[in-house]
């Protein structure tokens, strides 16, 4: 039996996710660091590794190698019917362990204070495999991906940021940004995506490329966000 593939005319099409600007991104950081720290954070480790939503709330304090300057990236968070489960990726490009700017490793060590501080509030331990984003003290249970996003939505709100980025939108501006400091085999690796094919049996743990990646975006991040013009305020 002949079949044809499904086709989609120009305006059935899914649309293309835009990479946002840099001053977008640092006017998300600002908004995000006066609503809340570990909101903050996430938003700043996505930016600054390319790492994918439910990979973000999978992250445990076990993940990060601070001597190392690096995090693990080896689960994902997804919605069950009973609420949200961190789960190993069905491929092996998606475990990888990629190199932070000393920004990011800085906020994230400020975030473990302040989430061991919780939970010795409520008589708890946070342990090494508490999740990082986690909103209970004690981190035993990992941040939904869609309570993320819904909190992300309210901050680029704040930030005044168009609302065609989302937090996926991250993601493509850390590619877009890598493509000027690092080869295209190093920037598969360090996005974990599955086209990476042989490039993972020539690239040690963290590459020099990737600390390179690592260091140019903790310098993009760390810029002031520049003032948008009344004219684009009113574009958007």
């Known amino acids: 039996v002949d079949t044809e593939l499904p086709s989609w005319g120009p305006s059935e099409r899914p649309k293309a996710v835009r990479s946002p600007e840099p001053a977008e991104v640092l006017a998300l950081l600002d908004a995000a660091r006066v609503a809340e720290v570990r909101v903050a954070v996430l938003i700043r480790l996505v930016a600054a590794t390319g790492m994918r939503r439910g990979e973000a709330c999978a992250v445990r304090w076990n993940d990060l190698d601070v001597k190392a300057g690096t995090v693990m990236i080896d689960e994902g ?29 800085s906020e994230l060590a400020e975030l473990r204070r302040e989430q061991e501080a919780l939970a010795r509030s409520c008589d708890l331990k946070l342990t090494p495999d508490s999740f990082v984003f986690s909103f209970e003290a004690g981190g035993e249970i990992p941040a939904h991906p869609d309570s993320i996003s819904h909190v992300f939505a309210k901050v680029r709100s704040k930030a005044k940021v168009a609302p065609d980025v989302h937090l996926h939108s991250l993601r493509h501006f850390h590619a877009t940004q890598i493509d000027s400091v690092i080869s295209e085999a190093q920037k598969q690796v360090r996005l974990g995506w599955s086209t990476v094919q042989m490039a993972r049996h020539y690239t040690d743990g963290v590459a020099e490329e ?12 760390a810029a002031k966000p520049r003032k948008r013009s009344k004219k684009a305020s009113a574009a958007s």
């Open 77 to 105: 968070v997804v919605s069950t019917p009973d609420g949200a489960e961190a789960r190993q990726p069905k491929t092996r490009s998606s475990t990888r362990n990629v190199a932070l700017d000393k920004v990011t490793l």
């Open 210 to 221: 990737d600390r390179r990646a690592a260091d140019h975006i903790g310098l993009l991040l």
